[in-house]
């Protein structure tokens, strides 16, 4: 678990995708938390592999997929996390959503500075990137909040022009 000042960061198991998938209810109860009407924009986040056996509920590892808990309030507000182990270069990528009833209250940058946090507490981080849209929008202010900078434009396959942004460990100022 990632704690930051107002949000546990609690890792995504097996058993919550598959509670997700039969129902968002079953997950609230699960998580024991209220979940958004507008969550999750991004449901392709939360799928089973197809090579895994119905029993198999491997351990999160450290670079998996994370709830947005705030415990205070008892709800979820968002999930997001890393796409994989660092790469040979010591570079690793986050994303994130927030759901809309959270949106203009400062959890984004909250939650991916507790990100940034976990992962340069690891040796081998020595980058942090994102990427959003090519185009300026709250994702982008969040990153630039968190003392990310934008490094280039990129073509994706599936999104078009993206924007990738990075912080590395020397420009990092633990919180």
Not at 52 to 67: A, I, K, L, V
Not at 84 to 109: C, K, L
Not at 151 to 166: A, H, L, T
Request: proline share 6%; aromatic share 10%.
């Amino acid at each position: 678990m990632i704690k930051t000042n107002n949000f546990e960061l609690l890792a995504v198991e097996r058993i919550h995708v598959e509670a997700l998938l039969r129902n968002k209810s079953e997950l609230a109860a699960i998580l024991n938390v209220i979940l958004p009407n507008s969550w999750p924009h991004f449901p392709e986040a939360f799928s089973l592999p197809a090579d895994e056996s119905c029993e198999s509920n491997p351990p999160p590892t450290d670079w998996g997929n994370y709830f947005f808990l705030h415990p205070k309030n008892e709800v979820l507000v968002g999930n997001g996390g890393f796409k994989g182990s660092p790469d040979e270069s010591g570079t690793i990528e986050i994303g994130y959503e927030i759901a809309s009833e959270y949106w203009n209250r400062g959890f984004a940058t909250e939650v991916v500075q507790g990100m940034i946090d976990y992962a340069f507490a690891h040796e081998e981080v020595k980058a942090v990137i994102a990427h959003t849209l090519a185009e300026k929008n709250a994702s982008n202010r969040v990153l630039q909040k968190v003392g990310m900078k934008f490094i280039v434009e990129v073509d994706d396959p599936e999104e078009g022009k993206i924007w990738r942004w990075q912080i590395s460990r020397d420009e990092y100022h633990p919180t």
